[in-house]
């Protein structure tokens, strides 16, 4: 069974998932998958298509902007475009780490053969100026990006798509709670972009969709 | 003062007093936006600043209705 991963890395934010996304690609290797990883400037229309085409990968993962109509690869140029090649996810199990996606494209796709992991509106990625420099010390951007990676990892240990966005809300709702009780300054700054992020994760489709190696 | 200004000068308060290491990306930009950027936005009532002020009324309500 094979696994796609688009890892755009042209800007601030995407250099951020690009980074915390690097162990899952690892990840899915080490739980034998055949692994596709497609990064910065290959992250584009054409290569995807092609590789998507050729390949027909069971699990997808985007990272990049996005609109509901829209996600976006290397430099923001379009990947997948709802009513032009959104057809190209069925029969999939996709995840967009991307901003409202599963409110266009998400229901477009999403059928009894496909999952659609999403969020339905923006997501919000906090950092710490501090840890500017170094992403893998920043504590504040982990608290936004690892239920997300928690999610892929579920994904790909075989759980199914809703259990797998049980566990990340799970893990997010905890994140929450332990910054409301966190004393330094900039906790509760946080909070309101990370419990939207838990209101707008959604699974469309195909909510017991599973991977098997 | 309509209750949109009203709200926005509330958030612009919970915005000014925001820690000053903070920085939040929404939407598409690909940068993060620090304190000072994030109340422009709001200010200026941008799609982003829009945003911010739905994100933050959301939580303030699911404060007051005891969801977090």
Redesign the interface.
């Known amino acids: 069974m094979k696994t796609l991963f688009v890892r755009p890395s042209h800007d601030d934010v995407v250099s951020y998932l690009y980074f915390y996304s690097k162990e899952l690609v690892e990840e899915s290797r080490k739980r034998n998958f055949e692994t596709l990883n497609k990064e910065k400037k290959d992250a584009t229309q054409k290569i995807i298509s092609d590789i998507i085409l050729k390949n027909e990968p069971a699990f997808i993962m985007f990272n990049g902007h996005g609109s509901p109509n829209i996600i976006c690869g290397h430099n923001d140029g379009f990947i997948i475009i709802k009513g032009n090649n959104h057809g190209l996810l069925k029969n999939k199990i996709v995840y967009s780490l991307s901003c409202s996606s599963a409110a266009g494209i998400g229901k477009a796709v999403a059928d009894k053969n496909t999952a659609f992991i999403g969020y339905t509106d923006e997501f919000a990625l906090g950092m710490d100026v501090d840890c500017q420099a170094s992403i893998h010390r920043d504590k504040r951007a982990r608290l936004f990006l690892e239920p997300s990676n928690l999610l892929v990892k579920s994904l790909l240990k075989g759980n199914s798509a809703v259990e797998a966005v049980e566990k990340a809300k799970r893990m997010m709702k905890e994140n929450i709670s332990r910054l409301r009780t966190e004393h330094s300054d900039d906790a509760k700054d946080y909070l309101p972009f990370l419990f939207n992020n838990y209101l707008i994760l959604e699974v469309l489709g195909e909510k017991n969709a599973r991977l098997q190696a | 003062m309509t209750q949109e200004e009203m709200v926005r000068k509330i958030i612009l308060e919970r915005l000014k007093a925001?820690?000053?290491?903070?920085?939040?990306?929404?939407?598409?930009?690909?940068?993060?936006l620090?304190r000072d950027a994030l109340m422009k936005e709001v200010q200026n009532s941008t799609q982003v600043g829009k945003?911010i002020v739905e994100?933050?009324m959301?939580?303030?309500r699911?404060l007051k209705e005891g969801i977090?």
Request: aromatic share 8%; net charge positive; proline share 4%.
């Open positions: 925001m820690a000053p290491n903070v920085k939040i990306a929404l939407g598409s930009k690909g940068e993060f620090d945003k994100i933050q959301r939580y303030l699911a977090v």
